[in-house]
């Protein structure tokens, strides 16, 4: 019986009898090491799922922008070459056991564009070679007042130099573009300063770190300029120009949908359509991105198309016009959103005209955004857009002149067209709510025609800044404007039949 009794000790079986005698269930008591196992199996296969996410996420940013793929790469070209300096033993001598401030040096100052990294390294070589200077300078004049002295002497300066860095940071001009200098200033002359109390070879110590960051500086330089280049100047245009388009696609999106609202749109074309109004938020949040690339792009060399001297601040000038407009698609979203709905008789009297300034005032934009990219001179197109915005918002405008002559048509006894209008509509009566929201649309419609102008305005200065080239390829500019313009057309046609059935 022993024997038997060992081979089910491992194993325990509960049966449950009920009253009459039957037997309710046969199960299996779990042990303490099974349920053990059951959740370290559970972490294992969670920390393996979270794992295969992040792989996946990770996969996708690289797809979806194999610049940033580049840019990692490039970090560990430079780190791999300048740890040559630590490695090789003539080279980790000849900057005296301080090469780890080389490898430092690239680990900080390395960014993803040439102006980033520029700004850096530029403000990270002066910030340390006027630290070093004047605390060598302040450690010899509190040598030479004696041991007693010497650390008030030196004390004094880190707290009066120190002080006056920080507050430059504050000062707008200075922070934008010599902030990461200061910083580099203050951390430099504290380090040498204080040091130099304890340490004989002062001048030697700071003589090695100038050097190690020379070197870090101009290895990321090289490598940043010849390996596969990113550069800010070029990033800030490309913006501009899809900033334009995005504004362009939503007032063309918002108005449209306004007005088409019979709900005949497949899902497909109303998620494309929600994806069109969402552009103007891309503009809304894009000035600090824009400010930081203009920034930059003052520090990079000529390339490409863009010269040493590109005037950046322009392009900041036509992203304040471009969120300007911004605002006003806001406001138009939100009249989409109104709980209160206009009356169809006002509706079907101002829809024409509103789809006419939105088509003209996004051909406009879009003209703009054409002329940006190719950096070429405004053609003539651009004049005859803006003087077709210019006609529908006085068409628009009087339209909206006649509106108590529609509501009241005995006002004018002699126009047989209003009154015509007014009797097969059976002269409904309008409340101020239901007046109100298309009246708004129609109002910010004409605001948003004059912010254009601005923009105009912007571009065309951006064009004599810059020396923009004569627009040659009139024929090819041409046939994409008609383009536009056949496409606009139709859409507008297309809204205002939907805008009759209603």
């Known amino acids: 019986m022993a024997p038997r009794k060992e081979v089910f000790e491992g194993v325990e079986w509960r049966i449950r009898v009920a009253a009459d005698g039957s037997s309710e269930a046969l199960v299996p008591a779990t042990g303490l090491a099974r349920k053990a196992w059951l959740g370290i199996k559970g972490l294992i296969s969670g920390f393996a799922l979270k794992v295969r996410m ?34 090789m033993r003539p080279l980790y001598d000849g900057v005296g056991g301080n090469a780890m401030w080389a490898v430092m040096t690239v680990v900080v100052v390395f960014e993803p564009t040439v102006g980033a990294t520029l700004y850096k390294c530029f403000n990270r070589v002066l910030g340390t070679f006027l630290a070093g200077f004047l605390a060598v300078g302040v450690h010899w004049v509190a040598s030479q007042l004696g041991e007693r002295v ?32 200061a910083l580099i200033f203050i951390l430099t002359f504290s380090f040498v300063a204080v040091s130099g109390y304890r340490v004989d070879k002062l001048f030697e110590l700071a003589h090695h770190r100038i050097s190690t960051i020379i070197i870090g500086s101009s ?33 063309d999106g918002c108005v449209t949908q306004y007005f088409n609202q019979s709900g005949e749109g497949t899902n497909s074309k109303e998620e494309a359509t929600d994806n069109k109004l ?12 824009e400010e930081s690339m203009a920034n930059f792009g003052r520090w990079e060399p000529s390339h490409g198309q863009f010269n040493f001297r590109h005037p950046w601040k322009q392009y900041l000038k036509i992203g304040a016009s ?19 709905q206009a009356a169809k008789l006002i509706k079907q009297h101002l829809g024409s005209g509103c789809l006419k300034v939105s ?10 955004a054409e002329t940006v990219k190719t950096m ?40 047989k067209t209003l009154e015509t209008a007014c009797s097969e509509a059976t002269t409904p009566t309008v409340t101020l709510m239901e007046l109100v929201p298309v009246v708004t649309l129609a109002s910010i419609l004409i605001e948003i025609s004059g912010r254009i102008e601005a923009l105009v305005d912007a571009v065309e200065e951006l064009a004599k800044l810059a020396e923009f080239g004569i627009n040659d390829d009139k024929s090819k500019h041409s046939k994409m404007t008609d383009k536009t313009v056949s ?14 059935r209603v």
């Open 150 to 181: 010497e650390p008030f002497v030196v004390g004094a300066s880190v707290f009066l130099l120190a002080s006056a860095a920080t507050f430059s940071r504050l000062i707008p001009s200075v922070k934008s573009r010599f902030d990461y200098g």
């Open 322 to 340: 471009m969120r300007s407009c911004a605002y006003c698609i806001e406001a138009l979203n939100s009249c989409i959103k109104s709980e209160n």
């Open 359 to 368: 088509s003209s005032s996004s051909n406009v934009i879009r003209e703009l």
């Open 376 to 415: 070429k001179k405004k053609s003539s197109t651009t004049d005859l857009l803006a003087e077709e915005m210019k006609s529908a918002v006085q068409g628009l405008q009087n339209d909206l002149k006649t509106i108590p002559h529609l509501l009241n048509p005995s006002a004018i006894p002699g126009n």
């Open 487 to 500: 496409d606009a057309k139709q859409q507008t046609e297309g809204t205002m039949k939907a805008l009759q």
């Open 278 to 289: 969402q552009g103007y938020k891309c503009v809304l949040s894009s000035k600090a991105s």
């Open 54 to 87: 992040f792989v996946k996420k990770a996969w996708d940013v690289g797809t979806n922008d194999p610049r940033k793929v580049i840019h990692c790469i490039k970090v560990g070209l430079a780190l791999a070459i300048v740890s040559l300096f630590y490695f």
């Open 219 to 251: 290895l990321c330089i090289l490598v940043i300029m010849l390996v596969c280049p990113i550069w800010s100047g070029q990033e800030l245009h490309s913006l501009i120009v899809r900033n334009m388009d995005k504004l362009a696609d939503s007032l």
